[in-house]
């Protein structure tokens, strides 16, 4: 890694640098390698089964899903201890010696009486000498082979014995507590190989603070669990290592990971670089913002930001230093490009799929809630490129023809966007007419329109030259022409359609969709080689032949589906050992404690909690990858957030605290002094890594302030938003964030002074915000007493939300205050709807006390129940709109521009100004 900053890596280097951090780096000559091989394709064989509806069809190989854990588990642990060799640095030898004799001692503390002491000591042996004997990557020694098979053992015993299991649960025997402590050993050791040290420290703080809770401080002491409560918790039962987080792994990451592996491998990935280049390419810093657009679409098909970097970069940052960007800026551009994949629906690097478990809401509500900043973020990134290339009077690449005019061009565009909408309508009402019309065969008329539509785009493909990858480093005479470039990939379109179809449209299960995805692009990938070689026929293939192209088609997708598996090894193990994280906090009630702690150190105010947040997902993401960064924080801290966020008076969404998580764990990809993003782009350009990632922290500033703003302004979620409100909210926020990154930039239409960037920052927040600076002049909300709630009912709207000041007490019997939204329901009087909202009051003296919340109703669903005061009413009022405010701030804006379009260097590069 230290050596990036002194020199360019070649391609193998960076492959390698990937496949140390994503895939393993291990692959031995001979059998074994095949044997590492053979074993990954079986891995993508059984995720492809277990998520079709064959095993049902045949009612062959049913595997419940709590079953398919524990083998998901076994693959991901036998492969990584097979292809990822252990580090030799000192420090990773120290820790991996020193965490299995500390977890040998908590094991040893909080073991029963009767249990045999030996077995521990020896599993810790056993792990510290494979350690200590060495890990050679070129061969696998027979200490590993053991530590392979024996995690195999102990994570195929639960789907093994899962009835015996099923039948004591919370009281486990000796063997249990045998293959849990193994268990517990070797998943943390297979976390430090393939992930790195900081999540296997993490996990065994946990593990420690569940053993030794008496001994912590008073603010977060519990009474401490034993052995056999540890082992039933974190491997027995799904509340820790088998949990959701890696059910969510086997059930939906892998397919996703899975057909991003097989889309690369068809060629999508060279196909969207190409489109990019060609259509951006001749702009002012082109190829930087063809960077933007093409890690955009390739981080459809890439869960690793580093992949990503490694994968456009290579391609990308040679262009972009030959238009005038620094190997530093150049490889900024790119990280900030590439970890802004991980936030773009529909994958979101795997998160989405969290929070589906996590939220409790269904998928397409999560993309819908995520796109709308994604979006906003990947325009604002390449406005940012923009402003660098005038601040640098750079120029685009040359173009291979002279477009038309650009009326033509608009008119062109127009038809182009014309013709789109109404092919989608054509196949969206065709869809429904053809379900009910051919009933039960309606799939295999769906699949023949696929595949004619297949046909027919390869056939306009054929039509012109393949896309070849180009050199980077050769020089550059012109540009792709964009037409032919983009029609010979079309078909690269029609999975992606097929997935998007099937989870927003026909609203199937991810994984179900993803496995239908993965199954059209399985098709793809073995027959465009030799329908390509019938279509273009022996005068444009050589001698290339129909079967020696199926034959290459096979190799690919083998190819496709050893690299989807080998993609998943760090992830599996990843949700695996956040698991314990998860696990514990369940088990020690340490998400109360922690929301005192919080509340401590921010004193109760709420920017100073969020503040906390981010920076402890910046912590922990810097040796977190951004899966288990999400777990950890998000079911440490996104509780938290709710909880206090309620105490101040401010209901904050739950899906808004999960992306707000997200987002900072993201963030460490690019922080220094951990980023790895940053390290792999310094690779590739040659540039210092530091200096790399304090650039692109700084282009990444935009992703660091969209949580804050959409947890004060969940319009930008599109949460309660209809789309013509949407339609608006999208153009104002894309305005406000343009603003800001011109103003931290410091460049809008020619250099800011200080008052114009502080002005552009004043109109960025007021765009966002507009309720803030209004509802000091027109207060939204009318304070009235507790004694007034039925009156205050009466005079609202049915649907209006009335805000509770409720005093009360939480989960562990200490008194607490918090604030409630509560919607209005019909009813023709004041207690009408009292009683439709589920609410029967005790008046006492001046107290209104809560004696009884009915079932399911929407009081309970606020957060109401029995003997809570009810201290203040906050009614809505009735008051003029919050976006008035946009008038003075866009007058400000005009004062911004008239100021800048005075100055005699506008629209000229600044090499020009100075010899001026």
């Known amino acids: 890694m230290q050596a990036a900053g002194h020199g360019e890596l070649s391609q193998a280097e960076l492959d390698e640098l990937v496949a140390s951090s994503d895939t393993g780096a291990r692959t031995p000559p001979g059998a074994v390698g095949k044997l590492i091989l053979a074993v990954a394709l079986c891995w993508s ?183 056999s409560e540890v082992a039933n918790h974190q491997w027995i039962t799904t509340e820790g290592v088998f949990g959701i987080a890696l059910g969510v792994s086997t059930s939906f990451v892998f397919l996703f990971v899975l057909f991003g592996a097989l889309l690369d491998k068809a060629g999508a990935g060279n196909y969207f670089i190409q489109v990019a280049f060609s259509l951006m390419g001749h702009m002012r810093g082109g190829p930087a913002k063809a960077a933007v657009v093409s890690s955009a679409m390739t981080g459809l098909i890439s869960g690793s930001s580093i992949a990503n970097v490694v994968t456009t970069g290579t391609f990308t940052i040679p262009l972009m230093k030959k238009v005038g960007f620094s190997s530093e800026k150049a490889g900024a551009v790119e990280v900030a490009s590439s970890v802004n994949g991980q936030i773009m629906p529909p994958v979101m690097g795997a998160a989405a799929f969290l929070m589906v478990e996590y939220v409790g809401i269904p998928y397409f509500d999560v993309v819908r809630h995520a796109v709308l900043p994604a979006t906003i973020s990947y ?32 008119l062109t565009a127009a038809f182009i966007i014309a013709g789109i909408c109404a092919l989608s309508l054509a196949v969206y009402y065709g869809m429904g007419w053809i379900r009910p019309a051919f009933g039960a065969n309606a799939p295999y008329v769906v699949f023949a329109l696929l595949t004619a539509a297949y046909v027919g785009l390869l056939w306009i493909a054929s039509r012109e ?93 083998v190819d496709g589906l050893i690299s989807g ?90 899906i808004a605290v999960h992306l707000f998580v997200f987002y900072f764990g993201i963030m460490a990809d690019v922080t220094p002094p951990v980023g790895l993003a940053s390290f792999a782009a310094a690779a590739v350009s040659g540039g210092d890594p530091i200096r790399t990632g304090v650039v692109a922290f700084f282009y990444s500033l935009r992703t660091a302030a969209l949580p804050f703003l959409f947890i004060f302004n969940t319009d930008l979620l599109l949460i309660d938003v209809g789309w013509v409100q949407g339609i608006f909210v999208f153009i104002t926020a894309t305005v406000a964030m343009l603003l800001f990154a011109a103003a931290t930039q410091g460049w809008f239409l020619v250099r800011n002074r200080i008052w114009e960037t502080v002005a552009l920052l004043l109109i960025a927040f007021t765009i966002f915000r507009p309720g803030f600076f209004w509802s000091y002049a027109f207060p939204p909300f009318e304070e009235r007493p507790g004694t007034e709630f039925v009156q205050a009912l009466a005079d609202s709207d049915p649907g209006d939300g009335l805000r509770l000041r409720i005093s009360g007490l939480n989960e562990i019997g200490n008194p607490v205050e918090f604030t409630a939204l509560l919607p209005v329901p019909e009813g023709e009087t004041g207690e009408d709807r009292l009683a439709a909202a589920g609410i029967e009051l005790l008046q006492d003296g001046d107290r209104v006390v809560i004696d009884n919340v009915a079932f399911d109703s929407p009081a309970q669903e606020a957060g109401l129940d029995w003997d809570q005061t009810i201290l203040a009413v906050n009614a809505p009022v009735a008051a003029p709109s919050r976006y008035w405010i946009y008038i003075p701030a866009f007058l400000l804006l005009a004062l911004v521009v008239w100021s800048q379009r005075r100055r005699p260097d506008i629209a000229r590069p600044r090499h020009e100004v100075r010899h001026a």
């Not at 120029?395 to 023809?401: C, F, I, N, T, V």
């Not at 969020?610 to 996104?638: E, Q």
């Open 379 to 410: 325009i604002a990134l390449v406005y940012i490129v923009h402003l660098e290339a005038a601040k640098a009077g750079m120029e685009g690449l040359p173009r291979a023809y002279e477009p038309p005019p650009v009326l033509r061009r608009l």
């Open 45 to 227: 064989l059984f995720q492809l089964w277990i998520a079709s509806p064959l095993p049902f069809m045949l009612n062959f190989g049913i595997i419940s899903a709590t079953d398919a854990r524990s083998v998901h588990l076994a693959f991901a642990m036998f492969l990584a201890f097979m292809a990822y060799p252990a580090e030799k640095s000192p420090f990773q030898l120290a820790l991996g010696v020193a965490i299995p004799l500390i977890l040998a001692g908590l094991f040893v503390y909080g073991a029963p009486g009767d249990f045999p002491l030996w077995w521990i000591g020896l599993s810790a042996a056993g792990v510290i000498a494979a350690i200590l004997l060495g890990s050679p990557k070129t061969r696998v020694p027979p200490w590993e082979w053991a530590l392979a098979l024996v995690s195999v053992a102990v994570t195929m015993y639960v789907f093994v014995f899962s009835d015996e299991l099923g039948r004591r649960v919370g009281a486990p025997i000796t063997r249990d507590l045998v293959v849990a402590v193994i268990g517990l050993l070797l998943l943390l050791e297979a976390t430090r190989r393939s992930l790195g040290p900081a999540l296997m420290i993490v996990a065994t703080v946990f593990l420690v603070y569940t053993f030794l809770g008496p001994y912590m401080p008073s603010i977060i002491a519990h009474g401490g669990n034993s052995l």
């Open 565 to 654: 598996a080998r993609n998943m090894i760090g992830i599996g193990i990843a949700t695996a050992a956040a698991g314990i994280i998860v696990g514990a906090v369940s088990q020690t009630g340490v998400g109360s404690a922690l929301a005192d702690v919080v509340e401590v150190l921010s004193r109760g105010n709420l920017l100073a909690i969020l503040g906390l947040t981010a920076v402890l997902s910046l912590i922990l993401g810097m040796g977190l990858p951004t899966t288990a960064n999400y777990i950890v924080v998000s079911a440490l801290l996104a509780p938290v957030i709710v909880t206090l966020g309620q105490q101040n008076g401010l209901i904050v969404p739950l």
């Open 465 to 557: 030259e393949p896309l070849q990858i180009d050199d980077p480093n050769a020089p550059v005479t012109s540009l792709p022409l964009p037409g032919p470039t983009v029609r010979s990939g079309l078909h690269f379109i029609l999975p992606v359609v097929v997935l998007v179809w099937a989870l927003m449209v026909d609203r199937l299960s991810p994984g179900l969709s993803a496995f239908w995805a993965t199954a059209f692009m399985i098709f793809i990938l073995v027959t465009q080689r030799p329908l390509m070689v019938m279509l273009r026929g022996m005068d444009r293939t050589g001698n290339a032949t129909t079967g020696a192209a199926a034959r290459a088609g096979v190799n690919d997708l």
